[in-house]
């Protein structure tokens, strides 16, 4: 998914049931500075 803008904050998805899913995020700074990737693993 690619984003509206580097400046949003949240999403708002819409996910089935009994599933699982996998989310990655990472920040750049105000300096160009690219984080590492931060995951997370759901299930529903």
Avoid: I, P
């Avoid at 699982?20 to 997370?40: E, H, I, L, M, P």
């Amino acid at each position: 998914m690619t984003l509206a803008s580097v400046s949003t904050r949240s999403v708002s998805l819409t996910l089935a049931r009994g599933h699982t899913y996998t989310f990655r995020v990472r920040a750049t700074d105000k300096s160009g500075n690219v984080g590492a990737f931060a995951t997370g693993l759901y299930s529903f």
